[in-house]
T-cell receptor, first 111, second 115 residues
């Protein structure tokens, strides 16, 4: 079955530094989404990528979808304490909302 | 968008008992999803609930353990049956996908602790 792998599982970042989390799927995806879950909260949607090679930016966050639609990355520049949380990628092989979530990258920011 | 109300928000249960989690959505949706998130872990899809038909369960999850009801387009329940400590987890109701712009909306979750 479809497997979505995400690395690293844990990222300790100094405030102001950049970091990247990576997501890889064993199968070609129709789309990939990214979510952020704050401690004690529920996952909140960040972005959806659909097209091969797509790049989207949200302020300090840059999302990429690989050419083969099997991998994706989230890059955060100039990390702030508000970036604390766990970032999940979620891949879908159809358009009906059935997603396979990656393991998540837990981000801790040191002031 | 969609606003999802889930209850209970948390509960402590005894081994061998069953608990039903309710999920109410503020709009009519075709598909509702139930996820489990064990402490510090990722989200695992339990089943997809469609109104008017049997829920579709993912590998490793069975109807006898996690019966689901979907009586209308805004409501669903998930029952965790004959609970054991391994069922201690957060259970999340979700809607989304096609027809809602693609993104998933989640309820606040129901945190179950089984003693």
């Amino acid at each position: 079955g479809q497997q979505v792998m995400q690395i690293p599982q844990y990222q300790h970042v100094q405030e102001g530094e950049d970091f990247t989390t990576y997501c890889n799927s064993s199968t070609t995806l129709s789309n990939i989404q990214w979510y952020k879950q704050r401690p004690g909260g529920h996952p909140v949607f960040l972005i959806q990528l659909v097209k091969s090679g797509e790049v989207k930016k949200q302020k300090r966050l840059t999302f990429q979808f690989g050419e083969a639609k099997k991998n994706s990355s989230l890059h955060i520049t100039a990390t702030q304490t508000t970036d604390v949380g766990t970032y999940f990628c979620a891949g879908a092989t159809d358009s009906w909302g059935k997603f396979q979530f990656g393991a998540g990258t837990q981000v801790v920011v040191t002031p | 968008s969609a606003v999802i109300s889930q209850k209970p928000s948390r509960d402590i249960c005894q081994r061998g008992t069953s608990l039903t989690i309710q999920c109410q959505v503020d709009s009519q949706v075709t598909m509702m999803f139930w996820y489990r998130q064990q402490p510090g872990q990722s989200l695992t899809l339990i089943a997809t609930a469609n109104q008017g038909s049997e829920a579709t369960y993912e590998s490793g999850f069975v109807i006898d353990k996690f019966p689901i009801s979907r009586p209308n387009l805004t409501f669903s329940t998930l029952t965790v049956s004959n609970m054991s400590p391994e069922d201690s987890s957060i259970y999340l109701c979700s809607v989304g996908g096609r027809g809602l712009g693609g993104e998933l909306f989640f309820g606040e979750g129901s945190r179950l602790t089984v003693l």
